[in-house]
């Protein structure tokens, strides 16, 4: 599948950079200006252990729910007081690179949001080795199918992905949803510190475990298929892409861009550029009920009701 550069008419900037500093600006622990790369990286882990420990200890839940045969084909839903038969749903993908991470560890948002009144669903899906790109794509859909199928009557579906977990929610955008017999009530993505074009991580030490080839690349990277189907837009889904102050130059750029191919096909797509945080605080702080993130989140949501 031949598909032109970074898509907005000019050779795009990483294919100026040696691999050296490919590996650098793709490297998001490199850039945390508060911590260590190694401390901030525990930190992270330590943090989303500990909100969905406390998730799973405080909130009414749902765990380890089925959305398909295979083992890793599982989410978990955390409900609001009160919950209604019309939930609205706040779905998290977590990030690590398509290669790390687990739905076990990424709770964080639950007590700000469902304390709100939202429901949260975690999803897990299957990492590599064992699991590939396409593989992890069709899991994610199919997840969302699920939560539709099982609660026809939600008031919303909110998308948010991490990272590598906002380049699966990304390719959402790009769904044939009839192949699933459900159109889900999808109101909003929210896209944090993600990837969008693939190529440059084919040139790092990332590709070692994913083991993508170039055409796996541009088949999925939702930046480069957006620019070249012009899929129509669902104009009442909105999309939020989101990056932090300290995130790599290259991140950023990414977030620009795949702003800039939204807004060029028509989606409604706005950007945020978070101050003060890196790629680990944008959702850590999500444990935070008066973090600026999670009242973006709040503001969105509440404002279609």
Same mark, same amino acid.
């Given at each position: 599948?031949?598909?032109?550069?970074?898509?907005?008419?000019?050779?795009?900037?990483?294919?100026?950079?040696?691999?050296?500093?490919?590996?650098?600006?793709?490297?998001?622990?490199?850039?945390?200006?508060?911590?260590?790369?190694?401390?901030?990286?525990?930190?992270?882990?330590?943090?989303?252990?500990?909100?969905?420990?406390?998730?799973?200890?405080?909130?009414?839940?749902?765990?380890?729910?089925?959305?398909?045969?295979?083992?890793?084909?599982?989410?978990?839903?955390?409900?609001?007081?009160?919950?209604?038969?019309?939930?609205?749903?706040?779905?998290?993908?977590? &990030?690590? @690179?398509?290669?790390?991470?687990?739905?076990? /560890? $990424?709770?964080?948002?639950?007590?700000? %949001? +469902?304390?709100?009144?939202?429901?949260?669903?975690?999803?897990?899906?299957?990492?590599?080795?064992?699991?590939?790109?396409?593989?992890?794509?069709?899991?994610?859909?199919?997840?969302?199918?699920?939560?539709?199928?099982?609660?026809?009557?939600?008031?919303?579906?909110?998308?948010?992905?991490?990272?590598?977990?906002?380049?699966?929610?990304?390719?959402?955008?790009?769904?044939?949803?009839?192949?699933?017999?459900?159109?889900?009530?999808?109101?909003?993505?929210?896209?944090?510190? &993600?990837? @969008?074009?693939?190529?440059?991580?084919?040139? /790092? $030490?990332?590709?070692?475990?994913?083991? %993508? +080839?170039?055409?796996?690349?541009?088949?999925?990277?939702?930046?480069?298929?957006?620019?070249?189907?012009?899929?129509?837009?669902?104009?009442?889904?909105?999309?939020?892409?989101?990056?932090?102050?300290?995130?790599?130059?290259?991140?950023?750029?990414?977030?620009?861009?795949?702003?800039?191919?939204?807004?060029?096909?028509?989606?409604?797509?706005?950007?945020?550029?978070?101050?003060?945080?890196?790629?680990?605080?944008?959702?850590?702080?999500?444990?935070?009920?008066?973090?600026?993130?999670?009242?973006?989140?709040?503001?969105?949501?509440?404002?279609?009701?």
């Amino acid at each position: 599948m031949a598909v032109q550069g970074a898509g907005l008419g000019e050779e795009a900037p990483w294919k100026k950079m040696s691999k050296e500093e490919l590996e650098i600006q793709y490297s998001p622990s490199r850039w945390v200006v508060r911590l260590g790369a190694e401390e901030a990286l525990r930190t992270y882990s330590q943090t989303g252990t500990q909100a969905t420990t406390q998730a799973r200890a405080t909130r009414r839940s749902l765990l380890h729910v089925p959305y398909g045969d295979g083992d890793g084909e599982k989410l978990d839903i955390y409900f609001p007081d009160g919950v209604s038969e019309a939930p609205i749903f706040f779905v998290f993908v977590h &990030g690590g @690179y398509w290669q790390s991470g687990s739905k076990n /560890t $990424s709770a964080f948002m639950v007590d700000p %949001l +469902t304390t709100q009144g939202m429901a949260v669903a975690v999803v897990g899906y299957d990492i590599a080795p064992r699991g590939t790109l396409d593989l992890m794509i069709d899991q994610v859909t199919r997840s969302v199918a699920f939560l539709q199928k099982q609660y026809p009557s939600n008031q919303g579906i909110y998308l948010c992905g991490h990272s590598a977990g906002a380049h699966l929610a990304a390719m959402m955008l790009l769904t044939n949803w009839t192949e699933h017999r459900v159109v889900p009530n999808l109101k909003g993505l929210f896209l944090l510190s &993600g990837i @969008y074009d693939l190529e440059p991580i084919l040139h /790092t $030490s990332e590709n070692d475990a994913l083991l %993508l +080839t170039l055409e796996d690349a541009q088949r999925n990277s939702p930046q480069l298929r957006l620019q070249a189907a012009r899929v129509p837009p669902a104009a009442a889904l909105r999309t939020l892409v989101i990056v932090g102050q300290h995130d790599s130059p290259e991140f950023q750029r990414q977030s620009r861009e795949f702003l800039q191919v939204l807004c060029r096909a028509g989606w409604q797509a706005t950007f945020e550029e978070l101050p003060d945080v890196d790629h680990f605080e944008i959702i850590e702080n999500l444990t935070q009920k008066d973090y600026v993130l999670t009242q973006i989140i709040l503001r969105t949501v509440f404002q279609e009701f």
